[in-house]
């Protein structure tokens, strides 16, 4: 699968290829990125995609797992037969696969592995063992290896007579000693300019840098950042090689701690692609930062409250109390929204063609976190402001004013961010204080106008 027009199909192009025939979409597959596709899957219905598949062939479908996020790669999964998935498995390196096989259940994993071939089977059921947050997780016991008495010449022919996913790795060869201890390494592009008589001692790297079996992914991508190595070796406590690291699953490491550690920091979900999870997964992941703003803005509001008991009257003074829980909800929750869509602008999640439906499901979820905070004040409120007149009116209205400034917040988060990008302007911006400023200058009001309608009190 490849496009080799100028202009790149799109979620509508798809659309419209699956109302044909099948030729027709086979055709539309072939011109159609396999990173697009999986794109595409998150906006189609589960007979859409079982229909994709369908009529892709085994290394086609197998390029789609390796775009695919955990979540949507088990849902490939659970539409492709036990031949088909052995057939696709076949073309993935054996620590992809192992990956895969952790989606599905036991039994269907073990089904899966007395399907392929036995020795291929053995080392896939050794990488099972190992935590897939570990070197161990990480590495492929598929690479090549040689002794470290053999010329560039035995290296090349050893390379020619690989077969399977270690045949396509380019990650040069291991120099290993009698005891199967890396002592070198050689690249690809070293041996194809080096007379094939020299001995492999003379040109290979020496300086090796190995890591243990257990060690945490997190050193494994600080290594790679460090050095920029093709491949790291992965040894055994012995310091035997038993597996091998290639940088581009290095690379895909490093980019999911740095994601996770965005997540966490927004509060959002530290895993797999944001806008196309369900509104609910969505917003359950975002609850917690919200729950810990708001029983902060209620301490502050009741703290208030018992330093000046003379404002108490359920007027506007009142509503005053309660505006740092609108300028926490406001900002967590715009801030959210808005570094969703500036990451997938930036890592082309969020496309032109999927702009609406991010926008509405986002917009959504904002109304669901604005709804959770106004209920959970309107059930505390009533208790803290017991001394004023009509004390669950005056929190009712205060409660629909705060999901009202949070829904906003949300719309807000993601149209800055639009209206950015759609100018040429970088949506980074948006996520700075240009966005804070707005948020809290146009919350607080919003807040405020409507609390005080509500209370028939003057806007303070």
Same mark, same amino acid.
């Given at each position: 699968?490849?496009?080799?027009?100028?202009?790149?199909?799109?979620?509508?192009?798809?659309?419209?290829?699956?109302?044909? /025939?099948?030729?027709?979409?086979?055709?539309?597959?072939?011109?159609?990125?396999?990173?697009?596709?999986?794109?595409?899957?998150?906006? *189609?219905?589960?007979?859409?995609?079982?229909?994709?598949?369908?009529?892709?062939?085994?290394?086609?479908?197998?390029?789609?797992?390796?775009?695919?996020?955990?979540?949507?790669?088990?849902?490939?999964?659970?539409?492709?037969?036990?031949?088909?998935?052995?057939?696709?498995?076949?073309?993935?390196?054996?620590?992809?696969?192992?990956?895969?096989?952790?989606?599905?259940?036991?039994?269907?994993?073990?089904?899966?592995?007395?399907?392929?071939?036995?020795?291929?089977?053995?080392? !896939?059921?050794?990488?099972?063992?190992?935590?897939?947050?570990?070197?161990?997780? !990480?590495?492929?016991?598929?690479?090549?290896?040689?002794?470290?008495?053999?010329?560039?010449?035995?290296?090349?022919?050893?390379?020619?007579?690989?077969?399977?996913?270690?045949?396509?790795?380019?990650?040069?060869?291991?120099?290993?000693?009698?005891?199967?201890?890396?002592?070198?390494?050689? %690249?690809?592009?070293?041996?194809?300019?080096?007379?094939?008589?020299?001995?492999?001692?003379?040109?290979?790297?020496?300086?090796?840098?190995?890591?243990?079996?257990?060690?945490?992914?997190?050193?494994?991508?600080?290594?790679?950042?460090?050095?920029?190595? /093709?491949?790291?070796?992965?040894?055994?406590?012995?310091?035997? !090689?038993?597996?091998?690291?290639?940088?581009?699953?290095?690379?895909?490491?490093?980019?999911?701690?740095?994601?996770?550690?965005?997540?966490?920091?927004?509060?959002?979900?530290?895993?797999?692609?944001?806008?196309?999870?369900?509104?609910?997964?969505?917003?359950?992941?975002?609850?917690?930062?919200?729950?810990?703003?708001?029983?902060?803005?209620?301490?502050?509001?009741?703290?208030?409250?018992?330093?000046?008991?003379?404002?108490?009257?359920?007027?506007?003074?009142?509503?005053?109390?309660?505006?740092?829980?609108?300028?926490?909800?406001?900002?967590?929750?715009?801030?959210?929204?808005?570094?969703? *869509?500036?990451?997938?602008?930036?890592?082309?999640?969020?496309?032109?063609?999927?702009?609406?439906?991010?926008?509405?499901?986002?917009?959504?979820?904002?109304?669901?976190?604005?709804?959770?905070?106004?209920?959970?004040?309107?059930?505390?409120?009533?208790? /803290?402001?017991? %001394?004023?007149?009509?004390?669950?009116?005056?929190?009712?209205?205060?409660?629909?004013?705060?999901?009202?400034?949070?829904?906003?917040?949300?719309?807000?988060?993601?149209?800055?961010?639009?209206?950015?990008?759609?100018?040429?302007?970088?949506?980074?911006?948006?996520?700075?204080?240009?966005?804070?400023?707005?948020?809290?200058? /146009?919350?607080?009001?919003?807040?405020?106008?409507?609390?005080?309608?509500? *209370?028939?009190?003057?806007?303070?």
């Amino acid at each position: 699968m490849h496009a080799e027009t100028d202009k790149r199909p799109e979620l509508d192009d798809l659309r419209d290829a699956l109302a044909k /025939s099948d030729e027709e979409l086979r055709a539309f597959l072939a011109e159609a990125h396999p990173a697009d596709l999986v794109d595409w899957a998150g906006d *189609l219905h589960r007979s859409e995609i079982a229909r994709i598949l369908d009529n892709l062939g085994p290394e086609e479908c197998a390029e789609l797992f390796k775009f695919a996020e955990d979540d949507l790669a088990a849902q490939f999964l659970e539409e492709l037969s036990l031949d088909r998935i052995v057939e696709v498995i076949e073309m993935l390196p054996a620590d992809e696969v192992v990956d895969l096989l952790a989606l599905t259940d036991d039994d269907r994993a073990d089904r899966i592995l007395r399907s392929v071939d036995f020795e291929r089977a053995q080392g !896939l059921r050794k990488l099972a063992r190992y935590d897939e947050e570990t070197a161990g997780g !990480l590495m492929t016991v598929e690479y090549v290896s040689i002794d470290e008495d053999a010329n560039v010449g035995d290296a090349i022919k050893l390379i020619r007579s690989e077969e399977g996913p270690a045949a396509d790795e380019e990650g040069g060869v291991f120099v290993l000693d009698a005891a199967g201890r890396p002592v070198g390494y050689i %690249s690809d592009r070293e041996l194809l300019t080096t007379p094939i008589h020299t001995p492999i001692k003379d040109v290979m790297e020496t300086d090796l840098i190995t890591v243990g079996v257990g060690a945490d992914q997190e050193e494994v991508g600080r290594i790679f950042m460090k050095y920029s190595f /093709s491949a790291l070796p992965v040894v055994d406590a012995r310091g035997a !090689l038993i597996g091998v690291i290639s940088a581009e699953d290095a690379q895909d490491v490093i980019q999911e701690e740095a994601e996770e550690d965005i997540g966490m920091l927004v509060g959002t979900s530290p895993e797999g692609l944001q806008t196309h999870r369900p509104v609910i997964e969505r917003a359950r992941h975002r609850l917690p930062v919200m729950g810990v703003t708001v029983g902060g803005g209620l301490l502050i509001a009741w703290l208030l409250g018992e330093a000046f008991p003379e404002s108490k009257q359920g007027t506007s003074s009142d509503i005053l109390r309660y505006l740092p829980i609108v300028l926490g909800l406001s900002g967590n929750v715009g801030m959210q929204s808005s570094t969703i *869509l500036v990451r997938g602008f930036a890592t082309g999640e969020v496309t032109r063609d999927r702009i609406g439906s991010v926008l509405r499901t986002e917009v959504l979820v904002g109304f669901l976190i604005g709804v959770v905070c106004g209920l959970v004040t309107l059930a505390v409120a009533p208790f /803290s402001e017991a %001394s004023i007149p009509n004390p669950f009116e005056f929190a009712a209205a205060i409660s629909f004013a705060i999901c009202v400034a949070v829904t906003w917040s949300t719309v807000l988060g993601c149209v800055v961010p639009i209206g950015f990008d759609r100018i040429g302007i970088d949506p980074a911006i948006a996520a700075g204080p240009f966005f804070m400023t707005l948020s809290d200058l /146009s919350g607080s009001c919003i807040f405020l106008l409507i609390s005080s309608l509500l *209370l028939q009190a003057p806007i303070p």
